[in-house]
């Protein structure tokens, strides 16, 4: 399998985020595919692609503060998303603190970001899928809030809405803070990027 990582020693250890997200041009501006806009904004920011198609994910391969990255963002739909993540996560054989999921979450308040070592999937249906397909909740994570649904709207409609205007315009800042969190996860270590950013 060829990897495009760039200059840097091949023995380095290979970092794997994953945007949890849906595929298709109808749902990229929906709550529910924050963490494939936030690792765009991430992508964008290093000059990575999201040009190969490997194990059910679109994947960009490159290096971020000289770390090797795999950038994947599962094309199975959410609720699947183990079925792409485990795979790579075995191909790539990453250890488990070289892992971070990024997605939205509905128990944080708009905007608000939380890092975690591990814990439970709190009802998020792809962090639930990966768990499975992994054998274990000690994922690291970045949650991304979006805010309880209004009393009308049912969570499932709610998330797979896009954002309304004022809320992109929030929500324009927290990705690129989302991804300052990465980075900072990168290259110092979890802990930090929880110092700074939670």
Excluded: C
């Amino acid at each position: 399998m060829s990897r495009n990582f760039g200059t840097g020693s091949a023995n380095d250890g290979v970092y794997i985020i994953v945007g949890l997200g849906n595929p298709g041009p109808q749902y990229e501006r929906n709550r529910h595919n924050l963490g494939f806009q936030v690792l765009d904004v991430l992508a964008r920011r290093h000059g990575l692609s999201f040009n190969r198609a490997h194990y059910k994910s679109l994947v960009a391969e490159g290096r971020i503060a000289s770390k090797p990255v795999v950038l994947v963002k599962p094309m199975t739909y959410m609720n699947l998303s183990g079925e792409a993540v485990g795979p790579l996560v075995r191909v790539y054989a990453v250890p488990l603190e070289r892992l971070l999921g990024v997605y939205d979450d509905m128990d944080l308040p708009m905007g608000k970001l939380r890092l975690r070592p591990k814990g439970g999937s709190g009802g998020h249906r792809g962090l639930e899928s990966i768990i499975r397909a992994l054998k274990t909740d000690e994922i690291p994570r970045l949650r991304v809030g979006i805010g309880r649904p209004p009393p009308h709207l049912s969570p499932t409609n709610y998330v797979l809405q896009d954002f309304s205007p004022e809320e992109e315009e929030e929500l324009a800042v927290v990705r690129e803070e989302a991804a300052d969190a990465i980075e900072v996860w990168l290259t110092e270590g979890l802990q930090a990027a929880m110092d700074r950013f939670n």
